[in-house]
């Protein structure tokens, strides 16, 4: 049973926009980041990387490294002790330990090229460098395999040495195909037999990368008493530490996560991947905390992206304007491991629409490229552009109005997901009807200048969002201002909006918090800040410890006054009984006779989280002769829920727009015939500038979660899915032609115009 | 990173005589913006790095009357900060502007971009267009090369051991002329050039007919290329549609680029032919006032 909230409208804090806690650190420079740290005795690591994206080790010969001056270990996978074959919760996706443990350090195979053979620790960064050089390699090169169509193909080369395949519940050896799975309802052939107009399309994308600022970096000590401690930028600590725990074999109870200041994630830093080698560096340099740090080409590399991969969609629809079936093949590249987002791309690929019928058929497919990981919405976007692709084809054909189709076929409260599960309260027809009468969508696309040529796109998308475990501790300090500890890393200025939703519970300005986010042996667990649950869930936590406090103020009253408990109300900020009254703040100095400082802590594990939907509208303008393609206008609607601090919610929405757009347009991981990443830098790994985008509207419309006392939804993660097809559909409007394969650039465009 | 000596000379003879001692390990830094990369990814390993910031003839800008003498040195922010030479020479500012950005604009600059040699150097084509001279000294005496035949391929100049640019000499551009530069990236900053072009215009007296042209192209070839017969082909020609097509056609015929991350032969080649066309009609524009 879940408990459910009736929506409040009378705030006083949540809905307004106080400066964050954390914002003056962050803009002055004071923040401390994972490469900031620093610790007596530190000392550097380097890592050795594999040059080619397939290969055998015959051998690797470290003893020149070993013997140059200033080296204190050198590190294989002999190092590692045997990790359990077993998979592990990362937040949004799992590692499996024995897999993952040769994934940070290869283990007599490489998957990728840069995936990690070797590693150094020295006495400074460069001799780590210089060092990790001298380590001698001998490869039998392998042929790299770069797409799924290559992987999938009959007597392709397997690339991990006894993964055993479960195919719709056979098992299959010598296969890349690691999962195939269907969810399947109604009778979906006979659906489409009966339909007046059935669409098929196969679409494609490359990888893309999340291209977060700040590079992986971990800091770790293992001292002699055996306890190992960790600086790293992730966007859980928790997660470092059973990672690491069940990457080298120890307990969980041995290892301390200290949290540092995150530089962006985007799903990309919920896996572990130095950490470990740090660790064992450490202790094999005696002790010396050891430091290490990507550039940007390992990130590239070896860190992870979501995957590419193709898309097979099939819609059918009667004249009348109702969907009658879908039917999808859901092909991801998980990398060089098993593990795409393919499972959630089939629980949102057909989530925005209310089907009669539909077969979902996903496969992860492992490619040599780097493992795959989560990036905002994992596998959204992708599914989100192929049906939103064909739903448009459709609505030209029959010459549907975009908007009016989707809510004649929209999903709403008791429509059943392709996977099964029900929904509850959901806002994707208000989000449509939000469209509908937006500006934007009411305004003509103006005319383009001699040459250029405009266009419209619309398109809408789905995420589940989490829940899960988070912890809250609230202190009540003897000036009346509050210490807050909670778990959960702060991407997007959820101090403050964790902070906000106590401060409405207990009449405090949120000014007067202090928020932490302590070591993972200081606060209790909370899961990582991935799935757009944090505010949600460790705001849930918030409120929770926030009426605790309440509780136990209560009684301290009724001590004070010599009354019933009973007796003593609490509104406003403001406790009462018998006539009297005093205010929180200024209670929090009278506390000692009653037993001194007031403290109460609360930890949730939410089942549900309620569901987020955006609609966005792209106008773009082509320079017919060049194919470069500018986004001249731009709205993102979206169901917040409510939005806490519409400020943060707003930044989301335009952020994760900015990458939907960066996605659609230009970025790609462009892979030459050796199975390289050939634009491994910012320079060629084309993300949008603040030049390259228009002022990004945003339309929030607030259908309570019945989930949450004050109606919150996640919204960090679905607004990166529409945009894919919105830019894509506006780009095909501008031009007269279908795009199926993305990026849509500029070549692409005049390979389409010309036929060049 | 391979260790090396770090060097500050304050005169050209001293910076020569490191470049000499270390030969091919040691290279001459100006803003450092390629070099550091370069050094960092061991793609050179060095064992000296002459700075030449402190060599005043490296590091002096000036309009004489006759021309533009640019130290090997000069960050482009003074090049184009300066308003003589905005006003002058807008077809080099077009370049000069568009390398990197701010921070990179405050370091790097066209003497740098030109020994860099890199097939997509924004600085180059437009002082190839403005018929530019490298003046390169050595111990045993001073040279000017050609800008256009400065780079014999990617990441490879004329100079040898021991060279060592000094500046780059602009002459005065003629009257009637104009100059212009651009280049195609899918964004719209720090983007590296698809292709690029550049173009140099004199007009007659009446402003509708050219008496002569300079066509130069980016990223379509191992090096900038001097694209002569469309340039030439304008060379008596009214100022119309027709000549101007002419020339950009011929422009797309000198293109030579290959498929790579950045785009295709096909579409490289397609806009060569476009943005010769833009450019010629913006040098004109610029040439008329």
């Keep these: 049973m879940v408990a459910t909230y ?67 270990a050198v590190l294989t996978h002999a190092d590692f002790p045997q990790a359990d074959d077993k998979s592990i919760d990362a937040g949004e996706g799992t590692v499996n330990l024995r897999r993952g443990q040769t994934n940070v350090m290869a283990d007599g195979k490489v ?49 991990l040495d006894g993964l055993v395949g479960d195919h719709l519940g056979q098992k299959v ?71 690491t725990a069940g990457l080298l074999h120890i307990p969980e109870s041995k290892i301390k996560v200290n949290y540092v200041e995150i530089g962006g994630g985007f799903g990309g830093k919920t896996v572990a991947y130095l950490a470990p080698v740090a660790a064992l560096l450490s202790r094999k340099s005696g002790g010396r905390p050891v430091k290490l740090v990507m550039d940007r080409q390992s990130v590239f590399e070896a860190s992870g992206p979501a995957p590419g991969g193709k898309i097979r969609m099939k819609i059918g629809v009667n004249k009348d304007g109702k969907i009658t079936a879908a039917d999808t093949d859901l092909i991801l590249e998980a990398g060089g491991y098993p593990g795409s987002a393919v499972g959630a791309a089939a629980t949102c690929v057909f989530a925005c629409y209310n089907l009669p019928s539909s077969r979902i058929t ?95 796109g619309l398109a809408t998308a789905y995420w589940m969002n989490g829940g899960g475990k988070s912890t809250c501790d609230l202190m009540l300090q003897d000036d009346g201002t509050v210490m807050m500890n909670e778990g959960s890393a702060d991407i997007g200025g959820t101090r403050t909006s964790i ?35 944090t505010t949600y869930t460790t705001g849930m936590a918030a409120y929770n410890a926030a009426h605790k406090l309440i509780t136990e103020l209560q009684h301290r009253v009724a001590d004070l006054w010599e009354t019933e408990v009973d007796n003593v109300s609490f509104a406003d900020g403001t406790f009462s009984a018998n006539g009297d009254s005093i205010g929180i703040q200024n209670l929090a100095g009278k506390l000692d006779p009653t037993g001194g400082p007031a403290t109460a802590t609360a930890s949730v594990n939410l089942a549900e989280a309620g569901n987020a939907y955006g609609v966005h509208i792209c106008d773009v303008e082509v320079d017919l002769a060049t194919g470069k393609t500018d986004v001249v206008r731009y709205t993102a609607i979206q169901d917040v829920g409510k939005a806490v ?112 | 990173m391979h260790p090396f000596a770090y060097v500050a000379p304050g005169t050209i003879d001293e910076a020569v005589a490191v470049l000499n001692e270390h030969g091919d390990r040691a290279r001459p830094m100006a803003g450092g913006t390629d070099l550091i990369v370069k050094a960092r990814a061991n793609a050179w390993e060095l064992d000296a790095v002459v700075d030449i910031k402190n060599i005043p003839e490296l590091m002096s800008l000036s309009d004489n009357g006759d021309g533009l003498s640019i130290g090997a040195g000069v960050p482009c922010y003074q090049v184009y900060g300066n308003s003589d030479i905005a006003a002058g020479y807008p077809g080099i500012i077009d370049g000069a502007s568009i390398i990197g950005g701010i921070q990179i604009q405050s370091r790097a600059g066209l003497g740098g971009n030109l020994c860099n040699a890199a097939p997509s150097a924004d600085g180059i084509c437009p002082l190839i267009v403005h018929s530019a001279v490298a003046k390169i000294t050595n111990a045993s005496g001073t040279r000017e090369v050609a800008v256009e035949d400065f780079c014999t391929g990617p990441s490879q100049t004329v100079l040898n051991t021991g060279d060592l640019l000094v500046s780059i000499e602009v002459p005065k551009p003629a009257a009637n002329s104009g100059a212009a530069y651009t280049r195609f990236t899918p964004r719209n900053e720090m983007d590296i050039a698809v292709a690029g072009v550049g173009v140099m215009v004199v007009l007659d007296s009446s402003g509708q007919n050219f008496e002569s042209a300079r066509i130069a192209l980016s990223a379509v070839g191992p090096t900038p290329i001097l694209a002569s017969a469309a340039g030439d082909s304008l060379a008596g020609k009214p100022v119309n549609d027709e000549t101007i097509a002419a020339a950009a056609a011929l422009a797309r015929d000198a293109a030579s680029p290959i498929t790579d991350m950045r785009g295709t032969v096909e579409q490289r080649k397609q806009l060569v032919e476009v943005l010769t066309g833009r450019m010629i009609n913006k040098a004109v524009e610029r040439a008329r006032g």
């Excluded at chain 1, 380590?135 to 039998?140: A, F, L, P």
């Excluded at chain 1, 032609?737 to 389409?752: H, M, S, T």
């Design chain 1, 173 to 243: 050896e010598n296969t890349n195909v690691a999962r195939v799975f269907r969810h399947e309802f109604g009778d979906v052939d006979d659906a489409f037999a009966n339909s007046d107009l059935v669409i098929e399309r196969t679409v494609s994308m490359s990888m893309v990368h999340q291209g977060y600022i700040e590079p992986h970096n971990a800091t770790a000590i293992w001292a002699q008493d055996g306890n190992l401690t960790v600086w790293s930028s992730t966007q859980g600590s928790f997660g470092v530490r059973s990672q």
């Design chain 1, 111 to 159: 998957h990728y090229k840069g995936h990690v053979v070797a590693a150094v620790a020295a006495t400074d960064r460069n001799t780590a460098r210089e060092a990790a050089r001298l380590i001698k390699v001998d490869y039998e090169v392998l042929p790299a395999i770069s797409d799924v169509d290559t992987a999938m193909a009959a007597g392709a080369p397997a690339i």
């Design chain 1, 645 to 756: 601090h519409p400020q943060y919610a707003e930044g989301q929405i335009q952020g994760g727009a900015a990458q939907g757009i960066g996605w659609a347009l230009n970025e790609e991981y462009f892979i030459n015939s050796a199975g390289e990443m050939a634009n491994r830098s910012f320079l060629d790994y084309r993300m949008p500038t603040p030049l390259d985008l228009p002022m990004i509207d945003t339309i929030m419309v607030e259908v309570p979660n019945p989930l949450h006392p004050y109606g919150v939804r996640g919204v960090g993660e679905v607004p990166i899915c529409p945009p894919l097809s919105a830019a894509t559909q506006a780009v095909k409007n501008a031009v007269g032609k279908p795009f199926y394969e993305l990026p849509v650039k500029p070549g692409r465009i005049l390979e389409a115009q010309n036929g060049i």
């Design chain 1, 362 to 456: 996903g496969y992860d497919v492992l490619v040599n490229k780097p493992k795959s990981a989560a990036y905002r919405a994992p596998g959204s976007p992708q599914a989100s552009f192929a049906i939103e692709t064909v739903i448009d084809e459709i609505c030209d054909a029959c010459g549907f109005d975009k908007i009016q189709f989707r809510l004649d076929n929209a999903a709403h409260e008791g429509t059943r997901r392709g996977d099964g599960v029900q929904f509850a309260r959901v806002g994707l027809e208000e989000c449509l009807t939000a469209a509908k009468e937006s500006d934007h969508w009411n305004s003509p696309l103006g005319d383009a200048p001699a040459g250029k040529s405009r266009g419209r």
């Design chain 1, 499 to 533: 902070a906000m939703q106590a401060a409405e519970v207990l009449g405090i300005p949120v000014e007067d918090f202090h928020p932490s986010i302590p070591d993972t042996d200081s606060i209790g667990f909370t899961g990582v800040t991935g799935g757009s649950r």
């Design chain 1, 6 to 72: 009736d929506a409040k409208t009378d705030y006083k804090v949540i809905g307004s926009t106080p400066i964050r806690h954390d914002g003056m650190d962050k803009v002055t420079g004071r923040a401390i980041f994972g490469a900031d740290v620093k610790a007596p005795g530190l000392i550097w690591g380097d890592l050795l990387r594999s040059p080619h994206a397939h290969a055998r080790i015959k051998s690797i010969d470290t003893s020149t490294a070993e013997a140059m001056d200033g080296v204190f």
